[in-house]
């Protein structure tokens, strides 16, 4: 809401002075706001922005002020219709818990005054991700242990001037990201790269019947582990290809779930500004370009995961197809699936391939959507208003003609420029309809360009929850390896004490502190390019309200 400010010029009679520094930085910030007010006459007034919820606070505070002080200036505050083009501020109510989250997304950017807040959903997703990049039981439990003590002992530490004091604002986040680290470190059953065997493992070694083989893992049948991964894959030959598929897969599933929430989101927005023709020409088509392709990719890891395929090469049962392979053939080959099949054996993958050609049309159909009705309506409209501005322009002449015939008979070289004028504006008017329809052109082409290959590029870049996971993972492992477990196999205490040291100090500078800190800037990256591109504008400004105590507060910080 906007609203009119008016306070009455106080007499110089009434004015005192203080040697205080602090009075004297307090009235700095008055006049420095004063200055910002008209004056007419004794009466100073402005415009200012006032939260509605904080409109009954603002008019109890100059009742109170009146009362206590009859002899000060009164001010008087009134509602105004704002113009169409101010932008008011944004204002979100903050506590200890969502600041951390909110300085996230107010870093790239604050949000416009009404727009969807990506900050409510960063709470769970920015956590998430840094956890299945970090996931360790011990390096997320150490974590959440770390911010559990920050949050029972923050007021101690407030009183004790300790250097934790710094981090004291981030609490809640570092609790958040430890938990979820700790979950994943749960899902990926590593603990400092050792494996648990809380529930026993589902596989039984059996010895091969060729000689000098390694023995073979069988399943037990009607086996499934309850929670997480089956430690017996620690110890298979096959482990790395493995956890490499496992997780390459988990985060495009991530990904795709990601990026399809940012589009919903500006489907939000565009109900909310009654933006119709972003909700038709950008929102549906994005969306069905991400579903149709990304999403399909999503439904066939998971049609494989679902699948009981046949693991023998010599038999004729069907054998797991690569999803990159089903993906290039449905791309390149128009949606045939003769070649990788995950369904409909019976009938060589027919209904596959048919199904991959229809959306591969869809993905088609859905370029030009995004490309080429917004110019055109943008056109349309310019060129409706334009007609419209000279229909009504005759008229108005001609209405004016038989009242003032004599005045209209001006000099010849007057008439001229006159005419002249006219037609310069004419002539104006009609170049910047052009420049109003080549910017929309232009615009709608470089959207289209890049959530098109942003949408290849982006779901690429959720690679990184699999590279930085896998990396954490190894680098305990040979951590791991080559201290304590070296020690353990030559049997020495000496050699065990020794690599025991060396291997808290290299976890903690490594893992603790540069592993999480790359881990932090990944997930921030997936924030602002990948997820916040497909919805948010950023172009706002904070509500920032005059106050004494942030005025001191920067006053000492400055100092």
């Not at 008055?30 to 006032?50: A, D, E, F, R, V």
């Not at 004291?168 to 065997?197: C, E, H, K, Q, T």
């Not at 099949?341 to 019976?346: A, H, I, M």
Request: proline share 5%.
């Amino acid at each position: 809401f906007f609203f009119f400010l008016m306070i009455r010029r106080p007499p110089r009679s009434t004015q005192s002075r203080s040697s205080a520094a602090s009075d004297v930085y307090k009235r700095q910030s008055i006049y420095h706001n004063l200055n910002m007010l008209k004056l007419q006459n004794t009466i100073y007034h402005g415009n200012c922005w006032i939260p509605k919820d904080l409109e009954n606070h603002v008019f109890t505070a100059l009742n109170h002020l009146q009362r206590n002080n009859p002899n000060l200036a009164s001010g008087q505050i009134n509602e105004v219709q704002r113009s169409k083009d101010a932008k008011p501020p944004t204002y979100f109510k903050m506590n200890d818990f969502s600041l951390p989250f909110q300085e996230i997304v107010n870093t790239y950017g604050i949000p416009r005054y009404r727009e969807v807040n990506p900050g409510l959903f960063t709470i769970v997703t920015f956590p998430f991700q840094f956890g299945v990049m970090f996931g360790d039981i011990g390096h997320g439990g150490a974590l959440f242990l770390f911010a559990l003590y920050l949050c029972l002992k923050r007021e101690e530490i407030q009183r004790g001037g300790s250097f934790l004091q710094q981090i004291l604002v981030a609490r809640w986040l570092l609790l958040f990201m430890g938990f979820f680290a700790m979950y994943a470190g749960f899902i990926y059953n590593d603990f400092l790269s050792i494996p648990w065997n809380l529930f026993g493992s589902c596989y039984v070694n059996q010895e091969s019947h060729h000689a000098h083989s390694e023995p073979v893992a069988h399943k037990k049948e009607d086996c499934i582990y309850p929670f997480g991964l089956d430690p017996k894959w620690y110890i298979a030959s096959n482990e790395l290809s493995f956890f490499n598929s496992l997780k390459m897969k988990t985060s495009v599933v991530i990904g795709v779930c990601h990026m399809t929430l940012g589009i919903f989101l500006k489907a939000l927005n565009c109900l909310h500004f009654s933006n119709y023709v972003d909700l038709v020409f950008e929102f549906i088509p994005q969306i069905l370009f991400m579903s149709c392709t990304f999403g399909y990719m999503v439904v066939c890891i998971f049609i494989k995961w679902a699948t009981p395929w046949d693991l023998d090469p010599t038999s004729n049962g069907p054998h797991p197809p690569s999803i990159i392979s089903v993906f290039i053939d449905f791309v390149l080959k128009a949606g045939d699936a003769s070649e990788n099949q995950l369904w409909d054996f019976k009938h060589n993958g027919r209904a596959q391939s048919n199904l991959q050609f229809n959306l591969l049309i869809i993905a088609a159909i859905c370029i030009p959507m995004m490309l080429i009705p917004k110019p055109l309506i943008a056109y349309f409209q310019m060129q409706n208003h334009s007609n419209n501005a000279h229909a009504h322009a005759p008229a108005h002449g001609a209405h004016q003609q038989p009242q003032q015939q004599t005045e209209m008979r001006q000099p010849l070289l007057e008439g001229q420029e006159g005419a002249q004028d006219i037609q310069q504006q004419q002539t104006k008017g009609d170049h910047e309809e052009e420049h109003n329809f080549g910017e929309v052109a232009v615009h709608s082409l470089i959207e289209t360009i890049e959530f098109v290959l942003g949408t290849i590029s982006n779901t690429a870049s959720y690679l990184r929850l699999w590279a930085l996971s896998l990396a954490h993972a190894q680098l305990a492992k040979v951590f791991f390896e080559k201290t304590v477990g070296g020690g353990i196999a030559s049997g020495s205490f000496l050699q065990i004490f020794i690599g025991y040291m060396i291997f808290v100090n290299v976890t903690f500078f490594v893992l603790m502190c540069m592993d999480l800190m790359e881990c932090f800037l990944h997930a921030l990256r997936l924030h602002w390019v990948e997820f916040q591109s497909k919805f948010y504008k950023a172009d706002g400004y904070k509500f920032d309200p005059f106050s004494f105590t942030s005025a001191m507060s920067q006053e000492s910080t400055i100092a």
